[in-house]
């Protein structure tokens, strides 16, 4: 079955660095469009990156510059290296495979000021 296991967050004091990683499996992952989204306490789930099958990126206005959002077709994984990190990054982070419409179960977030 279709499966999105995400996998390196935590606690990073502001400034530092994190870079989660999302494993899939049961599925055609390099034909799908995978993204990464977000939700903090209390908000909306939000867009942070996406990226094509084809490499093609684009990202939400609020981590332009700081994160960068790739994939490992070979390996079945998408990655987002975030740095600069924000007390207002504090969310959980989830990835998203587009053609199949699964998402992941999570992966928290924390950075303190």
């Known amino acids: 079955q279709v499966q999105l296991v995400e996998s390196g967050g935590g606690l990073v004091q502001a400034g530092g660095s994190l870079r989660l990683s999302c494993a899939a499996s049961?599925?055609?992952?390099?034909?799908?469009?995978m993204a990464w989204y977000r939700q903090a306490p209390g908000k909306q789930r939000e867009l942070v990156a996406r990226?094509?099958?084809?490499?093609?990126?684009n990202y939400a206005e609020f981590v332009t510059g700081r994160f960068t959002i790739s994939r490992d077709n070979a390996k079945n994984t998408m990655y987002l290296q975030m740095n600069s990190l924000k007390p207002e990054d504090t969310a959980v982070y989830y990835c998203f495979a587009e053609r199949v419409r699964y998402w992941g179960q999570g992966t928290q977030v924390t950075v303190s000021s």
């Open positions: 049961g599925f055609i992952f390099s034909v799908n469009t």
């Open positions: 990226i094509t099958s084809g490499g093609r990126t």
